[in-house]
């Protein structure tokens, strides 16, 4: 797990690192030193902390004009011990939902097993959105599996074309694009 870096091809349009804006602004990272795990495994120290044991993020893409950002995500996502949706929505969403971004996508190719609790701070982050969304992409079949146990589909976008989608291939603006005409067509 340590080989696998967050996405880096688009650092030359964004870093988190850089901007004020951002809750990682003025995050240094050591490239040589391995200190995060996840099931005793190290992981790449690109990878950002934001209150979880077992969960970790890089926002690899934010525009502000536009209101939407890429997250990536690696790790174990666990609602029903760490409670780590609600780590996500104090620490990241609500100080980036300040800034205007309205419209999130989370990459999540990288998270291995998720557990479930209930909805309540999903149901929150999309009632405060009001004309934005929040797209996963990538995520396991398994892992959306438990997804469509908790009933959280009724407050994010997955499956279908998102679970397939050659992000890599697009820059952020592109991909913001094809995502979010998904979603308005499911809207509409």
Not at 8 to 25: A, G, K, M, Q, T
């Amino acid at each position: 797990m340590h080989d696998i870096e967050p996405y880096y091809h688009w650092l030359h349009l964004y870093n988190s690192e850089n901007d004020s804006r951002s809750p990682f602004y003025e995050q240094v990272h050591s490239e040589f030193e391995f200190s995060n795990s996840v099931y005793n495994y190290l992981i790449h120290p690109q990878w950002d902390k934001f209150g979880s044991s077992t969960l970790y993020l890089k926002v690899i893409y934010c525009d502000y004009d536009a209101g939407f950002c890429i997250i990536e995500f690696i790790g174990e996502w666990n609602d029903a011990i760490n409670n780590d949706i609600m780590w996500l929505k104090r620490e990241i969403i609500e100080v980036m939902m300040q800034d205007g971004i309205s419209k999130f996508i989370l990459i999540g190719e990288n998270i291995l097993n998720f557990h479930a609790s209930d909805d309540s701070y999903y149901e929150e982050w999309f009632n405060e959105l009001d004309e934005g969304w929040i797209g996963f992409v990538n995520f396991r079949e398994h892992v959306l599996e438990e997804f469509n146990h908790t009933n959280i589909d009724y407050f994010i976008h997955y499956g279908g074309e998102l679970d397939q989608m050659e992000w890599r291939k697009l820059s952020p603006n592109q991909l913001y694009e094809r995502i979010d005409d998904i979603i308005q067509h499911r809207l509409n």
